[in-house]
């Protein structure tokens, strides 16, 4: 029998994935469930990683030119019908407001009343009435483009949930735009794309492929879809963001009209795109390890703990003096356009206490000593890391050379999802290899199978179709940057003309 | 005849201040009238002002230890119910959800289905849910205290509407404490309330007075309730921000019980406090002028609007490039913990361009023509100032001294706000004095009727009502600084120990 490694998280990855997620977001304090079904809490340390997302996604957008607005959580039942394959996509998950008051009821307690004319569904997505604003604020083409953007909450009931990756409610932003012409509204679609790739990777430490959905995979109402898909550590993929290119579709439903520079009449052309607190669940699969979560320190929820250590009481004093000078210096520190966020953790909890800051994924853990004060030193940990790992490092140098450490755990982060996803993305030829690619107990390389599966595709949504109902596989995206490539349906033997990749997925 | 001076907004204030109002909102692009009865669309230059406030004051409840979270939007009929006065106040006014599902009616079209066992309430406020999780949080003195914020948006179904003011939906945040000790949580609620005030003086320019409710304005549940009360250009009151000492109502309602150190057990003793976009119509009503809205420097929407003029084309290229080189050098400057936000305004639509930035109320318009730039200078007007008042700077002292300018202007819109409300602020003795200080038409002094009656109560929730009903003027708060004085109602004439602030409020 092998020694079993004790880990801080059980069930670990290996043993059971789903369970190890559960467990995880759960000794990292970074959500709750709660009481109303399928709707999540999501406590300081989770917040303040969405905070981050937040802050850095907003200065993103903004330097597109693309501005905040604010628009009602209430959708009126006949806007959300503007739109025909729209309502069809959300009708069966809606939160639906049908009265305004509660009255004393027959039986004791409060039941609804004042029942409202027309039902107001709490917004899945705002296309619909954002669309009613741009109709009032676009009359000519010196209007446009309008790029407006939108921090929000929206709620599609679920059936199935999962804290971060599918709750009832969740937040997320949605950009909203307007142009005068087609190619101008498919630059923008492709242009946020990049921004959310360009974020995914730089911030999150999570590798993307970009690519375009199948017509079956796209959003209700758009003409076309593009994502951003990452690959977590069980191999299934994780649509992390999406930009769709919606037509005249909307505009054509909520008359959005405008006069050309010719003096002619056309409806504008526009996109939405975005992402959610599924990026937070993205993080979590994509970096934890069996002893919880693992922050990249661009947007992690705070870059580094001190933990004094004083084991007399006499100690105590100089300790925490040099511990609160430490923390003064590292918060002056700038890291990406933010400052470092240092962490305090005096509590008198002995062994327990470092272990916490594990599970909670923090960057860097900084054991302070009276014998490291001696020595003008401090003993630092880094969460990519071994926990048995640490290193002494003279105070000063560490202050200086802190963004240089967290920097390289990014990178590190980075590099580790990568060889990830490479070593599980593989071509895939034949059906019968796919099929035994996506079968667990026929895999002959069981680790690989559930990757992500390089194959060709005639183009029929039937073959798609028997492909999920058997496997629970779908076409994850047309990879942009996919090369020609004469080929034969991975299904229907039928021609192809280059591969794009299936996957489970989240 | 005299002759009337043309004004940007029409009616004036003087004229038809609620209509004064409207427009203002209107012409100056911060908010539309939504579909949705009640709820309004936040536009780019209305948001923008909720973003510098949300920021300000987000790092501001930082700095006191309070860290930020998120709770769920619904909340279940059942725990609204746990406090007894708490669900009397909000029963009136809930937007209740009762079905998670659309489906085809009999007679076409989408009705609610799946109805929901149990209705939800979309949170008016959020007391009851978020006790619930500090209920699961709090086993022990250690864990306390809890010191938790939500940036959320919240629904009151109102039944009189108006735009910022009072809104079926608005955006606000909550804060909510617990403690281990009634003093504790005493302390946290005027410590709160300190902040508001703060915030409203330094930032917002807006003059308040502290002080506590009557037992009949409390919160609904709250044993004290705290405020800070603005005088608007009306002379009327709004109620800018409240603070509430809870005691152990919701505690006993959700059942937060702790250990104490003396391992006996105990409920927490809570807080909750809360400020809205209400506050962005009280910054409207205290500086807006006939022209439009005046913005407050440190919260501004955007500080400076930079108006390139060129009568012939070849003198396009020099005046943009001079004005995007100012721009860049502007935004390089700090100013109040943000950068200075600049605006260029190219378009060639003579001489509205500029009226549209002061109805927008942005505190300094630049104007880059030829001739300034020969003298490497450029034209200046300040918001707070006559639109036909324009100075001359050299660049360079303009990039230099913007900060201090616009300080100025900040503090020129302070000082305004304060005569105001001590020109309007008065002590009343005596019934008759009291409502003919309340009385339009009996009014000796028609300049000062309608402003802060400064009198004596003799703490009967009758005269309270009676004045309420015979004028709609309520006891906006006993000041905190309120002196012992010996004096007698000025509705009953019973004995009262210091004067009260009662005014007609929004």
Redesign the interface.
């Known amino acids: 029998m092998t020694k079993k490694v004790q880990t801080a998280i059980e069930p670990t990855r290996q043993d059971d994935y789903p369970q190890w997620y559960q467990q995880v977001v759960k000794a990292s304090e970074m959500a709750?469930n709660?009481?109303?079904r399928g709707?999540?809490?999501?406590?300081?340390w989770g917040?303040?990683l969405?905070?981050n997302i937040s802050r850095i996604l907003d200065d993103m957008f903004k330097e597109t030119g693309v501005?905040?607005?604010?628009?009602?959580?209430?959708?009126?039942?006949s806007?959300?019908?503007k739109e025909a394959e729209h309502?069809e996509g959300f009708?069966?998950?809606?939160?639906?407001?049908?009265?305004?008051?509660?009255?004393a009821g027959e039986k004791g307690?409060?039941?609804?009343a004042?029942p409202l004319t027309e039902?107001?569904?709490?917004r899945p997505t705002s296309e619909t009435?954002i669309g009613?604003?741009f109709a009032?604020w676009i009359s000519s083409y010196r209007d446009l483009p309008v790029l407006?953007n939108q921090w929000?909450?929206v709620?599609r009931?679920e059936m199935r949930t999962r804290t971060f990756l599918r709750t009832s409610?969740f937040?997320w932003q949605e950009g909203h735009t307007a142009h005068a012409s087609r190619e101008e509204a498919e630059d923008r679609t492709r242009m946020m794309l990049e921004v959310y790739a360009r974020f995914a990777e730089e911030y999150l430490a999570m590798p993307v492929i970009k690519g375009e959905k199948t017509p079956s995979e796209r959003f209700p109402g758009a003409v076309d879809t593009f994502c951003i898909e990452a690959m977590m550590q069980d191999r299934k993929a994780l649509q992390a963001g999406t930009s769709h290119f919606l037509g005249q579709n909307f505009a054509k439903g909520s008359d959005i009209r405008f006069q050309t520079d010719k003096e002619t009449e056309e409806y504008a052309w526009t996109t939405s795109w975005g992402v959610s607190t599924r990026l937070i669940g993205g993080v979590i699969m994509t970096h934890g390890d069996d002893d919880g979560i693992v922050l990249p320190p661009r947007v992690a929820s705070a870059h580094v703990v001190l933990l004094p250590i004083f084991r007399k009481p006499e100690e105590r004093e100089t300790v925490m003096a040099f511990t609160e000078s430490l923390a003064k210096d590292l918060r002056a520190v700038a890291y990406h356009g933010r400052k470092i966020t240092v962490e305090v953790d005096a509590r008198e909890i002995g062994g327990t206490r470092g272990w916490d800051w594990i599970k909670k994924g923090i960057p860097l853990r900084v054991e302070i000593g009276p014998r490291d004060i001696q020595e003008n030193a401090v003993f630092v940990a880094r969460r990519d890391k071994s926990h048995k790992e640490k290193q002494s490092i003279k105070r000063d140098d560490f202050v200086a050379g802190i963004g240089d450490i967290l920097d390289d755990i990014q990178t590190t982060l980075y590099q580790r999802a990568l060889e990830l996803r490479n070593a599980n993305t593989v071509p895939v030829d034949g059906k019968e290899a796919f099929y035994r690619f996506f079968t667990p107990e026929n895999a002959d390389k069981p680790e690989i199978h559930g990757g992500f599966a390089h194959s060709h595709w005639c183009g029929s949504a039937e073959c798609e179709k028997q492909i999920k109902t058997d496997l629970s596989v779908t076409i994850r995206c047309v990879p942009l940057n996919a090369a020609e490539e004469s080929g034969s349906c991975v299904f229907c033997g039928n021609a192809s003309s280059r591969r794009v990749i299936f996957a489970k997925s989240y």
């Open positions: 709750d709660s009481p109303v709707c999540m809490v999501i406590k300081p917040y303040a969405w905070e501005k905040n607005a604010y628009f009602p959580l209430f959708i009126p039942l806007f959300l019908e309502v009708a069966k998950e809606c939160a639906v407001v049908t009265h305004h008051r509660l009255e307690g409060l039941v609804p004042g039902p107001l569904v709490v009435i009613d604003s009032k407006i929000a909450n709620v009931w409610e937040l």
